[in-house]
């Protein structure tokens, strides 16, 4: 029997109002995305779930409010450097919504960025989610650019919206990067 994935429908919606927000934070991040997702949560009442996904770890366990249980990559690493940029990236989130009374959490988490970041938005059953979108660069392969969109993945494996916050763009006229 093949296996039948669930579609996007109106039964599946999550209501804007009040729904969580999933956002994906890169190490070397863009305020933007935190300052929009914070935006849109003012706007929507929603709570807030930043998410850093560690591609240098893999998942070994997931729980139901989102948070794993991961592990490096390499078995012979002991390396626990990843509690270092957990705490740079909460202490920028939190630097970045000084001021904001608005109810945020924090998952670090493993894997591949898409599934990562779809779970925690099963988890907290999300009604959008929040990244950010580069323009390809000068020399980037047409698929290299394809593979890497993130905001692409996610909005063709889940059925959530994904809101993808521009942080370069090309000019028009411009030649495209892998011509």
């Known amino acids: 029997?093949?296996?039948?994935?669930?579609?996007?429908?109106?039964?599946?919606?999550?209501?804007?109002?009040?729904?969580?927000?999933?956002?994906g934070i890169r190490r070397v991040n863009d305020p933007l995305v935190?300052?929009?997702?914070?935006?849109?949560?003012?706007a929507t009442g929603g709570e807030l779930y930043f998410a850093y996904v560690d591609e240098q770890?893999?998942?070994?366990?997931?729980?139901?409010?989102?948070?794993?249980?991961?592990?490096?990559i390499n078995p012979d690493s002991a390396d626990d450097s990843w509690h270092l940029v957990e705490a740079e990236l909460k202490?920028?989130?939190?630097?970045?919504?000084?001021?904001?009374?608005l109810p945020w959490q924090f998952r670090y988490l493993a894997g591949?960025?898409?599934?990562?970041?779809?779970?925690?938005?099963?988890?907290?059953?999300?009604?959008?989610l929040v990244v950010g979108n580069r323009a390809p660069e000068h020399?980037?392969?047409?698929?290299?650019?394809?593979?890497?969109?993130?905001?692409?993945?996610?909005?063709?494996?889940?059925?959530r919206p994904v809101l993808a916050v521009p942080l370069s763009v090309v000019d028009w006229k411009a030649p495209m990067p892998w011509s």
């Open 1 to 23: 029997m093949l296996h039948q994935v669930p579609q996007p429908s109106q039964d599946r919606m999550t209501p804007f109002g009040g729904g969580a927000l999933v956002v």
């Open 34 to 42: 935190v300052l929009t997702a914070a935006a849109l949560a003012r």
């Open 57 to 72: 770890r893999f998942t070994e366990r997931e729980f139901p409010d989102g948070t794993v249980q991961h592990s490096d």
């Open 91 to 101: 202490a920028e989130v939190a630097r970045l919504l000084a001021g904001s009374d």
């Open 112 to 128: 591949r960025p898409d599934r990562a970041l779809t779970h925690l938005a099963r988890a907290v059953d999300a009604a959008v």
């Open 139 to 159: 020399g980037a392969k047409v698929h290299e650019f394809l593979d890497g969109a993130l905001a692409l993945k996610l909005a063709q494996h889940q059925h």
